[in-house]
Every structure is written in structure tokens, then in C-alpha cells.
């Protein structure tokens, strides 16, 4: 049969059984579209069929603005179909077209196949990042541009055999900052700043081999990243300078300096101004400039997930210098110690609107004093949280923080208290086991995370701790009504708007969070649970990057939010009204929240709960 043969060369199709994809054949209506003809409109009426081009060209529009051109073998209408709700893009034929046409039970029967789910997950990935460009592109901002673009000049490369005094007349004669070495069939990298850390103020041998001084490997960057994106790259990696690669050649380098372009408040700037306050009233002043450092970021178009890491960095640096700080004051501690980041600032995304979440483990020796100890522990705490609360980090409202005595505890007793939340799992324990169990170091020597880490990986034999941290994951649906509109608070300060934490990101978090236990794993933040639960086959790969794009994407409209908030002098919040965000952006949204709400529906088969 001509239309079997011709479905069968195109996806979702090209999967299905002989006779299955015959007995669609046989059914499908066929309906010729003259060009102009609008097929599905915006916003109006459901789609009553999937539709699959046979012949000609349908455009997709927003707001009559072309997005998308798709032909033959390419299908439109699935979105709106499977949800009864309203088409969220025009679709008018460019030209005469004659298309196929599957009724919903067809459709349905087509596209609940594992490769018609596998088709779904693939075109709504496409449409999210669609979405997350075209808001972005909207923006217009000339300083949306990739590394490959910031290059000045060639890359200076050593010698063979080259010492590092010679290294470093090379690198006076050129008037560049970085030599890039060639060594064990890779690039290392000498810079001004190896010359005097590890030559000049150690009194090392300028007669050496410059790859005995070289950093190696050298950590680099594609050529069409993004510059923001290489910014964050940069700063979290601590590094000044990125090799710039394209096509697996090396072809200049980029600086901190050439990123700083970017805007007047760098992520640089600000850590070095806070990592030199000589008092906690300096270090809060630095900080306060925190806000002005992401609006700079979001404008440059780096990737909201990054923004919230350097965010998460930003803080890192704040709570080690208080810590330092107050140490110089109090004196050396009675113990060994580490101040734990909890929630948010442990799983690195942090936005504007974050409070603060940390506690305290310290060693406990034998015959020690523990009220002594813990006095030492209060004071210290009550002044980093002092300080980051004068930085503009809110203290937290449900008061996990290392002021109160039950988040200052010997490391032996965070064991035993994380084990009975694993074994005794309540509804008092699954709210602190939430934020609990995303935790890391951020100042301190004590390696508190190793034993941590340990108990938590017991959390995958434990399915009544799973099943009940996953209704805690299931309590809240996404805003989206019964059409896939999106719901709004009716009253209140916040009418007319949706919260975009609360109401995406947060589900996403603890979605992320069940599965990631369940898979034994000990990484924190939220893409990297996704990925290890992957990568252990305790979630499907397709539902997996479906919740990271919508993660991505959530992210993405909730700092776009706050710069606009920072920029118009108001206190950044979650509360976004979907009228300021464009059509396609709030067809993003509904993308989102129905990846979201499907992956509710799949945890709550996986552990055998009732969806909230």
C-alpha cells in the first residue's frame, strides 16, 4: 500500500509493526491545503488530528511570525491533539500541500508505541529549546555573541625543549598573557600567573623545562560557546584563560579580560573584591552587588543553569571569608569542622531569591567537651549567618541554618540522624530529609561529605523512604489547568501571576532527587541525578532530557525575571506574570509543565504511590 510504504520512512512510523502500521494506512483521511490555507490556528480550536505532510510545505507561526518550516514526512499537531488543548503555533500551508490525517485513536495508538514515545520526547525537546532561543534572540542584546568571536590573534605556542625563562620571553616579546605548550600529545598552558606563583615567589629554576611548570591537561572551550557560557565555564573552574577549539584545532585564546566585555560586573570582580574585605562590613558591601553581577549575565545570554552555579560560587566565596574571618576573631576552633551548604546552595542553583540553608559538623575526640565546642560553633555561626544576611542572603524562614543547635552536630551524630530519616521516614523527617540530603562543603577542613555520602547510598534499600519522599515530589501538580492553560494565583498580592520555583523547578528538584537516590547515587544537583539515574537505567533517558530542558527553560524565565525586578529597583520573587512573557515563551512554559506532570504520573507507577 503507497501510504503504509510512505509513512513507514518517517518517525514516529518507521518502528511500528507490519500490521499495526497497515491498519493505520487503511485509515487515514487525506486533505489537500492551498497555499495560504490555515490548517491549525493559534490558540483556537484543538487539533482533531495528527497530521502528516505528504506532499508541499507547512509553516508553523507566532503571532504570525514564521518559526519553523516543515515538509514532507514531517508531522504537526501532536501537542495539541494529545492534550485537547489549544494549538500553541500556527500551522498554514506555504504552498499547496496535501497531508494525512490520523484520528485521535490512530494517533494515540501511533504515538503510545516506544517509538512514538521516543517521537514525542524529541520534538518536545526541540520545541523547548526553540522556545529558550527565540526568548533569548528576542533580547537583541549585541553582546549575544560566541568565544569564536572574541578571538584577537593567533595562539603563541612553545618550543620543544623550551625553559621557562625562555617561555617567558616569548611571552614578553608577543605581549600576550599564556603560552601554550605542546606536551604528551595534548596542549598544556604557562601563564603570567604560573610564572609568579610557581617560579618568581617559590624561587624556582628558570632554567626548567616549561612543561615542568605547565598546567596540564589544559581545560578549553568550543568556539560557538557562548560568551557568557565560557564566562561561568571560567569562573567556576577557577581559571583565567580558556583555549578556544574548533573542529579539534586550537585556534587562540580567550581571557577574563576579553569576557569582561560583557558588562561592568563580572563574576571575578566581584569574588576578588570579597575575597580581599578585610571585615565582615566590607565582605557585605561587595556582596550587595551580587544582583547588578547576574541582570549582567542573564544579558549576556549564559546558560541559566550556569548563572545560578556562579551564583551558588559567589555565596561559596562570601561563607569562606566570614568563616575566616570570625575565625581570626574567635580564635582556632576546638575541632575539626566543615560548614555544610544545604539545599539549594549545595546542589550549586541559586537564584535571587535564595535564603540561607547551611549547618555545622565538627569531630568529636574523646573525652571532649561538647558544650564548649558547641558554644565556639554558635558564635561563629551567628556571625557568618550575620554577615551573609547583611549581604542581602535572607535568613531561612524554616530555620535550617547553623544558628539553631539542632544543625550544629557532631559528624557521628549527622550519620545517625541521616540513617533514622532513612529508616523512619515521617512527614517532619521528609521535609528536612529534602533539604538534609543536598548538602556540601563550603568551608572547613573536615570531610564531612565522604560519611555522608555513604549513608546516603543505603537510601536505594530503603522503598518505604523512597516511596515516601516521592508523594513529597507528587503533592504539588504544575500550574497548568485541564486544556493545558496555564493557572494563575485568583487573589492576593500575587494575582494574575504563577510561581515558577514552586510551581516547575522545585518539582523538578525533587523529582530528580527520589530518582537519583534510587539509583544509589551521591551528586547533588539536579541534571547530574538525572544523568546517574540514566545512567543505572532507573529513568528512561527520553523522560531524563525532557525534565532537563524543562529545568533549563524554567530557569531561564525565572532569571529573566528577576533582572527585569533588579533593573525596575524591586526585591526579586518566583511570581511571574505569563502575559509579559510572549507567546512563545508561554507556550515554553506549557511544554514544561506538562513534561513535568508526566513525570509525576511515571514516578508514581515506579514506586506504586497515588499521584498528588
Request: charged content about 25%; glycine content about 8%; aromatic content about 6%.
Amino acid at each position: 500500500m503507497e501510504i503504509a510504504e510512505f509513512l513507514r520512512r518517517y518517525p514516529p512510523f518507521s518502528h511500528l509493526a507490519e500490521d499495526r502500521l497497515d491498519r493505520i494506512a487503511r485509515a487515514v483521511e487525506i486533505e489537500h491545503f492551498p497555499e495560504g490555507a490555515t490548517i491549525l490556528r493559534q490558540d483556537g480550536p484543538p487539533a482533531d488530528a495528527l497530521y502528516v505532510i505528504r506532499k508541499g510545505a507547512v509553516e508553523l507561526l507566532d503571532d504570525g511570525e514564521p518559526l519553523d518550516l516543515l515538509g514532507e514526512g514531517e508531522v504537526f499537531g501532536q501537542f495539541s491533539l494529545l492534550a485537547h488543548g489549544s494549538p500553541s503555533l500556527t500551522a498554514r500551508a506555504r504552498e499547496d500541500s496535501l497531508c494525512y490525517l490520523l484520528a485521535e485513536p490512530l494517533a494515540t495508538e501511533a504515538l503510545e508505541t516506544e517509538a512514538g514515545r521516543s517521537f514525542l520526547s524529541s520534538t518536545l525537546r526541540q520545541r523547548l529549546r526553540a522556545a529558550a532561543d527565540r526568548v533569548r534572540s528576542d533580547i537583541g542584546d549585541p553582546r549575544y555573541r560566541t568565544v569564536g568571536s572574541l578571538i584577537r590573534r593567533a595562539v603563541v605556542t612553545s618550543d620543544t625543549g623550551m625553559t621557562v625563562a625562555e617561555a617567558a620571553a616569548r611571552m614578553a616579546d608577543e605581549r600576550v598573557s599564556c603560552l601554550l605548550v605542546p606536551m604528551r600529545g595534548s596542549w598544556g598552558i604557562l601563564t603570567d600567573r604560573d610564572l609568579r606563583t610557581r617560579i618568581v615567589a617559590t624561587g624556582g629554576d628558570p632554567e626548567a623545562q616549561v612543561e615542568t611548570v605547565a598546567t596540564f591537561p589544559v581545560r578549553t572551550v568550543d568556539a560557538d560557546a557562548l560568551a557568557g557560557d565560557a564566562l561561568t565555564e571560567m569562573f567556576a573552574a577557577a581559571v583565567h584563560h580558556l583555549p578556544v577549539v574548533e573542529e579539534g584545532r586550537v585556534v587562540g585564546v580567550v581571557t577574563d579580560t576579553d569576557l569582561m566585555g560583557i558588562g561592568r560586573h563580572t563574576p571575578f570582580a566581584l569574588k576578588s573584591a570579597i575575597s580581599r574585605a578585610r571585615t565582615s562590613e566590607a565582605l557585605s558591601e561587595a556582596g550587595r552587588d551580587l544582583p547588578d553581577l547576574v541582570v549582567a549575565l542573564v544579558d549576556a545570554s549564559a546558560d541559566p543553569v550556569d548563572i545560578g552555579r556562579v551564583i551558588a560560587l559567589v555565596t561559596d566565596t562570601m561563607t569562606d571569608r566570614l568563616v575566616e574571618l570570625a575565625v581570626e576573631q574567635l580564635g582556632d576552633p576546638p575541632a575539626a569542622f566543615a560548614w555544610l551548604a544545604l539545599g539549594s546552595a549545595a546542589r550549586q542553583e541559586q537564584a535571587l531569591t535564595a535564603d540561607q540553608d547551611h549547618a555545622v559538623a565538627f569531630e568529636m575526640a574523646e573525652g571532649a567537651d561538647l558544650a564548649d565546642i558547641d558554644r565556639y560553633f554558635a558564635e561563629l555561626a551567628e556571625r557568618v549567618t550575620a554577615g551573609l544576611g547583611s549581604a542581602g542572603i535572607p535568613r531561612c524562614h524554616g530555620d535550617a541554618m547553623a544558628v539553631h543547635a539542632p544543625m550544629r552536630q557532631p559528624l557521628s551524630a549527622w550519620e545517625t540522624r541521616f540513617r533514622s530519616w532513612i529508616a523512619q521516614p515521617s512527614a517532619e523527617t521528609s521535609v528536612l530529609s529534602s533539604i538534609g540530603f543536598d548538602y556540601r562543603r563550603q568551608a572547613g577542613a573536615l570531610d564531612a561529605e565522604g560519611p555522608l555520602d555513604a549513608v546516603l547510598r543505603g537510601a536505594r534499600d530503603n522503598p518505604a523512604f523512597l516511596r515516601h519522599l516521592g508523594r513529597r515530589a507528587l503533592a504539588k501538580e504544575p500550574p497548568t489547568g485541564f486544556f493545558g492553560d496555564l493557572v494563575v494565583e485568583r487573589r492576593g498580592e500575587h494575582a494574575g501571576r504563577l510561581d515558577v520555583k514552586r510551581g516547575g523547578i522545585t518539582i523538578v528538584t525533587n523529582l530528580a532527587r527520589v530518582w537519583g537516590l534510587s539509583a544509589g547515587a551521591s551528586v547533588k544537583d539536579t541534571l547530574a541525578r538525572l544523568e546517574a539515574a540514566t545512567a543505572t537505567g532507573a529513568l528512561d533517558p527520553d523522560v531524563a532530557w525532557e525534565l532537563a530542558d524543562a529545568f533549563r527553560f524554567l530557569w531561564d524565565v525565572r532569571l529573566r525575571h528577576h533582572a527585569e525586578q533588579v533593573r525596575q529597583g524591586f526585591a526579586a520573587d518566583d511570581n511571574v506574570d505569563p502575559a509579559t512573557l510572549g507567546t512563545v515563551a508561554r507556550s515554553g512554559l506549557k511544554e514544561a509543565f506538562r513534561v513535568i506532570r508526566r513525570a509525576q504520573r511515571l514516578l508514581a507507577s515506579d514506586l506504586g504511590v497515588d499521584v498528588g
